[in-house]
Structure formats: C-alpha cells, structure tokens
C-alpha cells in the first residue's frame, strides 16, 4: 500500500493545476503576475465582462475558435503572416493575447489605456499589400472592428457553451456594451453594442471571408501544433475539437472542418468534465483562521 506521504493531496492537486495556468498565462522571463482586478476597470467591475472572461474553459476554447474566424479575413491572415512570428510561436501569441484581454477587462484604467497604446503602436507598423496587391493596414477599423467582433463573439459562445447555457439576451447584450469600449479605444469602427447589432455585422462581413493556402497553413498550425508539455495533449486535442465545434457554420466551412463532435456524449462529458475541473482549480479560497 502506498504510504500517505506519497499520495497527491487533494489541495497539492489543486495547487498545480492552479500553478499551470497561471505559468501559462503569464511569463515568468518577463516578469508577468495575474492581472490584479481593480475597481476603475473599462469594464465595469463585476459586470458580465467579467464574469465571460474569467471562465477559463470558455475563454481558452472561444480564443482558438476566435483566432481560426480571424485568419479568413485576408487582411487579418496578412498582417499575422508578414509581421508575426505566429507560425513559429502560436503559444506567446496567444499569451499575448489573453494577458490584452485580462488587463483590458479588469485591470487599472491607466494600465489598460497604456496597453492599448501599446498596441496601437505595434499597428502602425503593421501594413502591406495583400498577394492581389490590395493594400491593408492594421489601423484600419473597419479590420479592427472584424477582430473584435470574432473575438467577443467566440468569449460569449464559449462562456455560453461551457458555464451558462440558459444566459439571457439582455446579458449577452449587455456583454457586447461592455466590451464596446475596448474596441473604440483600439480605433474600431463600426462597434456592435448587442447581440442583433453583432450578429447583422457579422453577416456583413462574410462576404470579404476567403479560404486559401495561406489560411490552411495557418489552421493547421493552430489546430495541431504540439503542446509545451506532453502530457498536456490530450488537453489540447480536447480544446481544439472543441473550438471547431463552437465556429459558426459558414466559418467552419470555410475552413473545410467538419463539426468536432462536442455533442456527442464522450466528448461533451470530457470537455465539461475540463471546464468544471479549471474552475475548481481556480476557485478562490477561503484563508483558515
């Protein structure tokens, strides 16, 4: 019989699912701590922003999902493919990416403005012609309003699918103000503030979605590109069937993916089975007198 010493405890467990996330999330060679929430967030604190951006599962399924609508667009795919290093990097992509979400959702106002700047900064060098020579500019907002509208759709839908199924459309709404200021700060024109204002838009822009080697190249990257650690690929595998499934049709097939099977009882059980253990894990704690 194994000894008690040599028995994972329940909180050791929950510490180091705990220590992954925050590991992956944040670059401890940079520096990086958890965005700390603060009361003059953009979004209002304890609004329903908050509460889509701090489920994990949600987010971590809705960002892949988000990123595969955004690299149809071929101004989004060209400035990713000629002045990113995505293709070799997609992990620090997406780290970038969320810790833009976490500091813009909750942290100091001052804080979120800087890191807007930041990357409004990173968008003046951002631009180019398309390989029909049109030309494109990240500080385009019509293209940032497309980003932001991938984006924000794929939060809602994840947090919808895996936390509140039964969320009412005047949250949802509200969801879509909230983050509306984000976008206008990043310089995005037109910003949907509901859901019927988001889902009008991004009909509109289906037209201006294409499929092409590029595009492929880059869904394959994100689709099978290979987990930091090993024993994270089922994991990963997991989240990437699942963000498939949360596409919209015309997105996923776009893409020629087929539906990932989330509704199925083996992989719906195993992916919830993820997003209720991410959110045990992560569960604030009661301090022992």
């Not at 944040?26 to 003059?40: C, H, L, T, V, W």
């Not at 609508?69 to 101004?75: F, G, S, T």
Request: hydrophobic share 45%; aromatic share 6%.
């Amino acid at each position: 019989m194994a000894s008690r010493a040599s028995t994972p405890s329940v909180e050791g467990l929950r510490r180091a699912i705990a220590g992954g996330v925050v590991g992956f999330f944040n670059d401890a060679a940079k520096g990086q701590q958890p965005i700390q929430p603060s009361e003059d967030a953009l979004c209002p604190p304890g609004g329903v922003a908050w509460k889509v951006h701090a489920d994990l599962a949600g987010m971590m399924v809705g960002g892949v999902a988000a990123l595969l609508w955004q690299m149809l667009h071929p101004k989004a795919l060209a400035g990713v493919w000629d002045h990113s290093d995505f293709r070799r990097n997609m992990h620090g992509r997406l780290r970038n990416t969320a810790r833009f979400i976490a500091v813009t959702t909750y942290g100091a106002r001052l804080d979120a403005e800087a890191a807007i700047a930041r990357v409004r900064r990173i968008h003046d060098h951002v631009h180019g012609t398309l390989p029909d020579g049109t030309p494109y500019d990240a500080n385009d907002p019509r293209l940032l309003a497309f980003v932001h509208l991938a984006g924000s759709a794929m939060f809602l839908a994840g947090y919808r699918r895996f936390a509140n199924p039964g969320m009412p459309l005047a949250e949802r709404d509200a969801y879509w103000q909230e983050v509306a200021i984000i976008a206008e700060k990043l310089g995005a024109d037109p910003v949907p503030r509901s859901e019927a204002e988001a889902d009008a838009l991004a009909r509109d822009f289906l037209p201006e979605l294409r499929a092409d080697e590029r595009s492929r190249t880059i869904r394959d990257i994100i689709l099978n590109a290979p987990p930091q650690r090993l024993r994270l690929f089922p994991v990963q595998r997991l989240l990437m069937r699942s963000a498939t499934d949360l596409l919209p049709r015309e997105v996923r097939r776009l893409h020629g993916l087929r539906g990932s099977g989330l509704a199925t009882p083996a992989v719906g059980a195993a992916t919830y089975s993820l997003a209720s253990t991410l959110r045990w894990a992560l569960a604030p704690r009661e301090r022992s007198a």
